[in-house]
C-alpha cells in the first residue's frame, strides 16, 4: 500500500516511466549481469574467452560458476590479433572498449553470433544486437552507487531478491556535500561491498534514479566534449581512435600518453584520470600492447558534468600551458 504522510526522500527530478536499457534484465551490477547471461547458459557453457585487456571483476562470475577460461591479445586499435575458433561450449567476450568500438562489435556479431557475449560496461550507449548476449554498466555514465543490465533470454528475474542500495550512496553524496577526495575512501569501500553481493535485481534506487536521467542530453554533452578534445589531441595522441560518426557515445577520450608524468600533472591540478587496469600488469609482460595499454593509456573524462571550458583546461594541461 501506498505510504501517504511523514518525512520527505531525496528530492529528485521526475521520474520517467522507462530509461535506456530497462527493457534488459535489471540486476545489480555489471559483474553480475555477466553471472546472469551464465548462468541462462547453464551447463552448456564450457570455456570462455576474454581479453588480456580487461577489468578483474570480469573473473567473479566465472570463478564462483567453475567456468573455465582463456586469454586473447588486442592490438592498440583495442582489435583482436586473431580469432579464437570456438569449440563446441566455447564462448567469447569482447569488449566495446570506452564505447567506441560500436562498428567493430557488429562485424565481431557476424564473426560469432549467438557465441559472442558483449562487454558494453564501457559502452552504456551501444545498440542492442538482435540475438547477441550482452551486458551493459549504469555506474560508468551516471550517479548511481550500482546496477547492471542484461539481454539474454534466460532465467526470469523473479528468482531473484532485490538488492537494498541506500548503504551505498556515501561517495555520491559526499562528492556533492564535501569533494571527490573526502569521498574517493567511500567509493571503495562501497564497490567492495558490491563485489561481496549475491546476484540480485536492481534496486528501486537504482532503478529510480536511472529513471531521472535525461540520457539524451547526456549522450550530446559527452560527444560534444569528446569532439573537443579529439580535434586537440588527435594528432598528438599514440592511438589511432575511430571516427567520431562510428559510435554512439564515449564513457571517456582514451589518451596515450610521450610523457609518463602526464598522469601525475593532471591528478595534480584536480583532473582525476583513472587506470585501466592495474591488474593487466600482473597477466601481461612489459613487452605487451596490454601492459603499455594499462600503464600509458589516460582516460581523460568528457561527461555531462563539463563544458567546453572544462575541456580546454585538460588541454592545456596536457600541452604545459
Known amino acids: 500500500m501506498k505510504e501517504i504522510g511523514g518525512y520527505f526522500e531525496l528530492e529528485l527530478p521526475e521520474k520517467r516511466d522507462r530509461f535506456l536499457h530497462s527493457d534488459g ?13 551464465l548462468r541462462s547458459l547453464g551447463d552448456i557453457v564450457k570455456k570462455v574467452w576474454l581479453p588480456y585487456y580487461t577489468c578483474d571483476v570480469v573473473l567473479q562470475p566465472l570463478n564462483r560458476l567453475g567456468i573455465g577460461y582463456s586469454f586473447y591479445h588486442i592490438n592498440l586499435n583495442f582489435e583482436l590479433t586473431s580469432y579464437p575458433k570456438l569449440d563446441d561450449g566455447e564462448y567469447i567476450i569482447v569488449n566495446n572498449y570506452f564505447g567506441i568500438k560500436d562498428l567493430y562489435i557488429i562485424k565481431l556479431a557476424e ?57 551505498r550512496c556515501s561517495h555520491l553524496l559526499k562528492r556533492i556535500d564535501v569533494s571527490a577526495g573526502e ?12 563485489g561481496k553481493e549475491p546476484l540480485k535485481s536492481m534496486s528501486s534506487l537504482t532503478s529510480v534514479l536511472l529513471s531521472t536521467v535525461d540520457m539524451e542530453a547526456v549522450r550530446i554533452k559527452r560527444r560534444r566534449n569528446y569532439a573537443i578534445l579529439a580535434e586537440a589531441l588527435n594528432g598528438n595522441n599514440r592511438l589511432s581512435l575511430p571516427v567520431e560518426y562510428s559510435f554512439n557515445c564515449p564513457m571517456v577520450y582514451p589518451y596515450m600518453a610521450t610523457t609518463p608524468e602526464l598522469r601525475k600533472r593532471l591528478i595534480d591540478h584536480k583532473v582525476f584520470v583513472a587506470t585501466y587496469w592495474p591488474n593487466v600488469k600482473d597477466l601481461c609482460g612489459k613487452d605487451t600492447v596490454e601492459f603499455m595499454l594499462a600503464s600509458d593509456v589516460l582516460p581523460l573524462p568528457i561527461d555531462q558534468r563539463y563544458n567546453e571550458e572544462d575541456m580546454n583546461r585538460i588541454i592545456d594541461n596536457i600541452k604545459g600551458k
Open 25 to 37: 534484465c535489471l540486476v545489480n551490477s555489471g559483474r553480475h549481469a555477466l553471472e546472469y547471461i
Open 111 to 167: 564473426l560469432y553470433g549467438e557465441r559472442l557475449i558483449i562487454d558494453n560496461a564501457q559502452a552504456w550507449y551501444a545498440p542492442v544486437l538482435p540475438d547477441i548476449k550482452s551486458f551493459y554498466s549504469p555506474r560508468k555514465f551516471f550517479g548511481v552507487p550500482d546496477g547492471g543490465v542484461a539481454y539474454d533470454q534466460g532465467m526470469s528475474l523473479t528468482d531473484l531478491e532485490i538488492d537494498f542500495s541506500a548503504d
Open 183 to 194: 569521498g574517493y575512501a567511500d567509493f571503495r569501500a562501497n564497490s567492495a561491498l558490491l
